[in-house]
């Protein structure tokens, strides 16, 4: 068995993986960073491929901006209620810009892994973690296979990367989330000679309190996909292609030929695991990153491999290498906790379809509503309070 040493060692090269370890060579070239990933690249995501104003404000930090430069910007957003009634509304600013885009993320990935490699980065695909050995005392010493043969990493500190069904969380005795704080959801590609008009929520009474969506992606295509709770999945009988076909029927663009379909899971940040277990560190999808009433997982799994990879070269670099990602954990809760709080409640109060249909009546008439219900799905708000409730209901009537 090939055995090598590195500094930081990242496993999974989605964006929260590969934001790491951007982030880590920008501030310190002189560590070594190995990325490993088990997929060859570009591979492709089951995602709705929503890039939100937060993606667009980390690859900003990451000076990674030209990723997404000369592809069309999203800057509103409609929401549909079960009843029919819409809304539409402008994305909120998360530092510079308010918009969004809509870019597959097979292409996605494979740009922001490729700025990866170029900041430095020892990227390593087809290359599997099988085993961590030592999470806690000296160095990590994990186990991988790759194109190669087995080899065997010893790092000063691992970014756990490796998604919703994460082998490091698993090998950690960390369980993953239950189906109250999981979410299922299917994507497809569809496309219409003009295209869509803008960036869709469907709250449709079948799939509450999550929704059906159409992201445009360019003047002819979309990104069109069903979310679910996993426990409400679970108790009805129809299969993920059946939900997807129903809700695009119901929205009239069945006749497309949704191609390329592809279903996954989402572990909801309306619980987070412990996220740091000596000195591995889970981030993204692993670390149960997800908003858990927009499915957006993106912006704060970018957002916390940037925090967890600045801290590791910080701690490595101040020879305090024991801890490498002290007070990550407590970081992460206080930068995000309120807003997942009040996008939970938000989706508790949209299982009801007449709930979901009073919100956005009221917000017909008040405009703050449809910005703090946007803010809640594809920002950082956190304004759902018992005073807005109370104005909900006193502007929801009639
Ligand atoms: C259908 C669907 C629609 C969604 N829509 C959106 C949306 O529109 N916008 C949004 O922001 N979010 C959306 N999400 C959520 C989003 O896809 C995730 O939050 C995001 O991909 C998380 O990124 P990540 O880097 O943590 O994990 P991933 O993107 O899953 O990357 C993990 C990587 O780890 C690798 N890996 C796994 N195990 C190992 C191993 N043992 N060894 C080495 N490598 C390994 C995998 O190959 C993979 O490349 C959606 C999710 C689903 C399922």
């Not at 990933?37 to 980390?58: E, I, N, T, Y």
């Not at 003047?219 to 996909?225: D, K, T």
């Not at 560190?281 to 997982?297: H, T």
Request: net charge positive.
């Amino acid at each position: 068995m090939k055995i090598r040493a590195c500094d930081l060692l990242v496993v999974g090269g989605g964006p929260a993986g590969a934001a790491a370890a951007i982030a880590a060579r920008r501030a310190a070239p002189e560590l070594e960073t190995v990325v490993l990933d088990r997929q060859r690249f570009p591979r492709d995501k089951a995602c709705g491929d929503g890039l939100g104003p937060g993606v667009v404000a980390r690859l900003a930090d990451l000076d990674a901006g030209e990723i997404v430069r000369g592809r069309r910007p999203v800057e509103r957003l409609k929401i549909v209620a079960p009843s029919g009634a819409q809304v539409v509304g402008d994305l909120p600013a998360i530092g510079e810009a308010a918009r969004g885009y809509v870019v597959p993320r097979a292409e996605f990935d494979d740009a922001l892994l490729a700025r990866a490699r170029d900041a430095g980065a020892d990227v390593w695909t087809e290359s599997r973690l099988i085993e961590v050995v030592s999470p806690g005392g000296g160095l990590v010493r994990v186990e991988a296979s790759g194109p190669d043969g087995p080899v065997s990493i010893n790092a000063r500190a691992v970014i756990a990367a490796d998604g919703a069904r994460s082998d490091v969380r698993r090998l950690l005795g960390v369980p993953y989330n239950d189906s109250a704080h999981t979410g299922v959801a299917i994507r497809a590609y569809v496309e219409r000679p003009g295209g869509f008009d803008h960036m869709a929520f469907y709250f449709k009474r079948e799939l509450l309190p999550a929704y059906g969506w159409v992201f445009p992606i360019d003047e002819r295509g979309a990104n069109v996909g069903v979310m679910i709770d996993a426990a409400r999945f679970r108790r009805q009988e129809r299969s993920l292609p059946d939900l997807l076909r129903d809700f695009l029927r119901s929205s009239g663009i069945e006749d497309l030929s949704p191609a390329r379909s592809r279903a996954y899971m989402l572990p909801f940040a309306s619980y987070v695991p412990p996220l740091v277990h000596g000195r591995v560190a889970l981030v993204g999808d692993a670390g149960s990153m997800i908003n858990p009433f927009s499915g957006e997982g993106i912006a704060y799994g970018m957002a916390a491999g940037i925090e967890a990879a600045r801290r590791a070269v910080r701690a490595v670099r101040a020879g305090d290498e024991d801890r490498p990602f002290d007070e990550f954990d407590v970081w992460f809760r206080q930068r995000f906790d309120e807003h997942f709080q009040a996008s939970a409640r938000a989706k508790r109060l949209a299982q009801r379809a007449w709930i979901a249909d009073f919100g956005v009546r009221a917000a017909r008439r008040r405009p703050e509503f449809v910005r703090e219900g946007i803010e809640l799905l594809v920002g950082e708000g956190t304004a759902l309070s018992w005073r807005s409730l109370a104005r909900l209901l006193v502007h929801g009537r009639g």
